[in-house]
């Protein structure tokens, strides 16, 4: 799992230099001679990002829908960030919206159909600045409160005038798990100080749809082969 993690912000960070190499690229060619040979300009994605779309669920998502949780609306983690400087409200504003548009999945929203649940994209977001002082954990229980899964948002962002500033960023884990936060923290800062967020080249019910077209009986059937006979934990 660290693995894959490394191997995605890497290519997260070649993204935003201008580059194109995948994750699967980097696990094919794990030394640096092998990625320098793949590796290749990326059009220019900065303006644009995936297409809004409306798809497939992740089996996790599934999982944590279907989960018989009582508010499931609430199922969402916060980030305090502190801030080393005065932050302009206005400009930070116009950051949050930038890299929301970068991350489309942080704008859906998730509703049951005869099928199955379907995620939606909205462009359904909170970004408010509270009152001087305000309490980090008032704010983020006030973020969850908003939170509504059929019609969004389920990402909230908020500033907190002080000495220092603050920011509160909240996110249904629907939309973003705790090892992913790094990038968007990362992109915000950037954002802030005048650089364009990198877009993600597939809106994420793409990857949600490959997984669950991906067959792993094959998998399933080499680990048990592998456990057999191995007393149960």
């Known amino acids: 799992g660290g693995t894959s993690l490394t191997a995605i912000r890497l290519a997260h960070a070649l993204r935003r230099a201008g580059f194109a190499l995948t994750a699967r690229q980097l696990f094919r060619a ?105 309490d980090p954990a008032r704010v983020a229980a006030a973020h969850r409160a908003a939170f509504d899964l059929r019609e969004g948002p389920l990402f909230a962002a908020s500033l907190i005038p002080g000495e220092p500033d603050r920011i509160v960023l909240t996110a249904h884990h629907l939309v973003v798990d705790g090892l992913s936060w790094q990038i968007l923290v990362d992109d915000l800062d950037r954002a802030y100080h005048g650089a364009r967020p990198a877009a993600e080249a597939r809106h994420p019910s793409a990857y949600a749809a490959a997984w669950r077209h991906h067959d792993v009986r094959d998998q399933r059937d080499y680990w048990r082969d592998q456990l057999a006979g191995d007393a149960a934990l």
């Open 30 to 134: 794990p030394t640096m001679r092998g990625q320098l040979a793949l590796v290749r300009p990326e059009p220019d994605t900065t303006r644009g990002g995936a297409e809004p779309a409306e798809g497939a669920v992740s089996p996790e998502q599934e999982d944590l829908l279907e989960g018989g949780l009582p508010h499931p609306e609430l199922w969402a983690h916060s980030l305090v960030l502190t801030a080393a400087r005065p932050l302009d409200p206005e400009w930070l504003g116009v950051v949050v919206k930038r890299v929301a548009a970068a991350h489309p999945g942080l704008c859906s929203a998730f509703r049951r159909t005869d099928t199955g649940w379907r995620a939606d994209a909205t462009d359904r977001r909170l970004w408010r600045v509270e009152a001087p002082g305000a």
